[in-house]
């Protein structure tokens, strides 16, 4: 059976010789900083296994995250100048390849699908080929390996530093930002140990006027939005703003199409995403991979579709499901 | 209601554009500290929380290959592709993206697309290339938009795709909620039905933004300086 934590290492292997290769760029004027940021995410990756499975204690996990968090927060990590070809060169070489170089490129959405669709179903002596829950992920990894075999082949490149160094440069420019959705995440954890949904849930009912069917619709759906914004997904803002308002008064007192008022609550949790730097992974992280000057680019353009979208469900919600 | 001033630490330290994941450590350790947990305690939920979410950060293994490809040119030929096609208008093009991703997106096929997978080397060229070619060369603050709505076009299409799906995460976790919580039972069939309307509206009103691109991008005064630019190289 192939493990999704195999695949976690790989990862931080990955990390740790980029890591290396940032330790040895002389044109990095910070490349200690960097190389420890790199160093630690690496072997945070391989470290969780054993936290994971709660056979280590998670304490020294938890402190080199907060190292990551100081390392990048003030400033101690940097980027070498960029290992990449000249504009002509990537021009004679699109002349030459044309459009086989999307061969490689398609190949991971491409082995991805095969594994999410078919080599899932695949067991071999009674075990599945990929681990049960983690196909998608497992394709996505598979199909990165299998394309970067394809490319290195197609292109007659023999050594594999010169993906790793292409592939550090775009890790180096994005920097901290890689390690935002993982702390987010956790964030998004210690909200709801401490408390957190507890007081949303307080202020929700508080403001709940009588027993009105409208305004509880807009209580719930501004609620998902709001809440989903703050904490970065919808997934812990869901169970609180329902126990709230949407079970007990949509779907209790209103007698509410239990589906539609929470399969349409979600999605108005969904809006708040759009619009949200918590969401780092879909909001901030694409900025820095695309290379915008202005890190709240993709939200501002998301922005007036989330307003709409986030009307669209309480008028769904409001006219069908209660 | 002391614990809500973590929300309150998260808030103004994004609005003030502090570093974030300055922010977000300290809005963390505030939290758990004013939730009641020992100092050890919130260590350890960094720690679980940076085990249990590693999958957000797996993309990285696709850099390496990407980053090969658009050393030999993937991006300019991603670009050179575009160009041949007459009436592929960047807001075209990114409403065609928007839909493709839905489709997927709905048939659960959720990382078959994505910002490093495919909105960096393919669909991002691609659009810029569609806009050189009707507008010419883009200034900076253009450049700009065209990558942010690639951005949005993914992420939109991803969310109100994902839910028409029944095994996606969201789905299941209402019904397991539901089920447990109210003994009561819900299909994520049903779930799924009801996404379909939201999904719908989220194409249209999306994709209508993503078609109105390309007039808004022609309008002054930025499109004069597209404009200028692209006698310049007809010269």
């Known amino acids: 059976m192939i493990k999704a934590e195999w695949f976690f290492w790989l990862v931080g292997g990955i990390f740790l010789v980029m890591a290396a290769q940032m330790l040895a760029d002389r044109t990095n004027p910070k490349r200690h900083g960097t190389a420890a940021f790199w160093g630690l995410l690496g072997l945070g990756f391989v470290y969780s296994t054993w936290v994971a499975d709660k056979s280590a204690p998670a304490e020294p996990l938890g402190a080199a995250v907060l190292a990551m968090v100081g390392l990048a927060g003030f400033g101690f990590t940097g980027r070498g100048a960029a290992r990449t070809a000249a504009p002509e060169q990537r021009a004679a070489s699109a002349e030459r390849f044309g459009s086989r170089l999307f061969v490689p490129a398609l190949t991971i959405p491409l082995v991805a699908l095969v594994c999410a669709v078919g080599v899932k179903r695949l067991s071999v002596g009674g075990e599945p080929v990929l681990q049960k829950g983690n196909e998608t992920i497992l394709g996505l990894g598979i199909g990165a390996v299998v394309a970067l075999a394809v490319g290195m082949v197609m292109l007659r490149e023999k050594r594999i530093s010169v993906p790793l160094h292409a592939g550090r440069s775009t890790l180096e420019s994005m920097g901290w930002v890689m390690l935002l959705p993982q702390l987010l995440a956790t964030l998004g954890a210690i909200f709801s140990v401490a408390g957190v949904g507890e007081q949303v849930r307080r202020i929700a009912t508080s403001v709940l006027p009588g027993h009105s069917v409208f305004p509880a619709v807009v209580v719930y759906c501004v609620g998902m939005f709001l809440f989903t914004a703050v904490m970065g997904n919808g997934f812990a803002a869901f169970p609180v703003m329902t126990a709230a308002v949407g079970w007990p008064v949509l779907i209790e007192q209103a007698h509410g199409n239990a589906a539609g008022v929470l399969a349409v609550g979600m999605l108005a949790g969904f809006c708040g995403t759009l619009v949200t730097p918590m969401a780092a992974n879909y909001n901030l992280a694409p900025a820095a991979l695309l290379e915008l000057r202005d890190q709240y680019g993709p939200i501002k353009a998301q922005l007036p579709t989330a307003l709409a979208l986030l009307g669209c469900n309480i008028a769904i919600m409001s006219l069908f499901a209660v | ?235």
């Open chain 2, 1 to 235: 209601m002391l614990v809500l001033l973590g929300v309150l630490v998260v808030v103004a330290g994004f609005a003030t554009k502090r570093n974030p994941l300055l922010v977000v450590g300290a809005a963390g350790i505030a939290t758990g500290l004013l939730g009641g947990l020992s100092p050890r305690q919130v260590l350890a939920a960094f720690g679980t929380g940076f085990a249990a979410s590693r999958s957000v950060t797996i993309f990285a293994i696709t850099l390496p290959i990407i980053g090969l490809l658009e050393r030999n040119g993937l991006q300019e030929q991603a670009r050179r592709i575009v160009t041949r096609f007459a009436g592929l208008t960047v807001g075209r093009f990114l409403a065609l993206y928007l839909l493709l991703r839905q489709l997927t997106a709905a048939l659960g096929l959720n990382s078959i697309f994505g910002h490093a997978q495919t909105v960096r080397p393919l669909a991002v060229p691609m659009a810029e290339g569609a806009a050189e070619r009707r507008h010419g060369p883009l200034p900076p603050e253009i450049r700009e938009k065209v990558r942010s709505f690639a951005a949005s076009a993914d992420n939109v299409g991803l969310f109100f795709g994902e839910d028409v799906f029944l095994a996606v995460g969201s789905i299941l976790l209402i019904t397991g909620f539901v089920n447990t919580t109210y003994h009561t039972h819900l299909e994520p069939l049903q779930l799924a039905l009801w996404a379909v309307p939201t999904a719908l509206c989220a194409l249209a009103v999306h994709g209508w933004r993503l078609l109105r691109l390309d007039r808004t991008l022609l309008g002054a005064p930025l499109g004069t300086v597209a404009r200028k630019g692209r006698k310049e190289t007809a010269r």
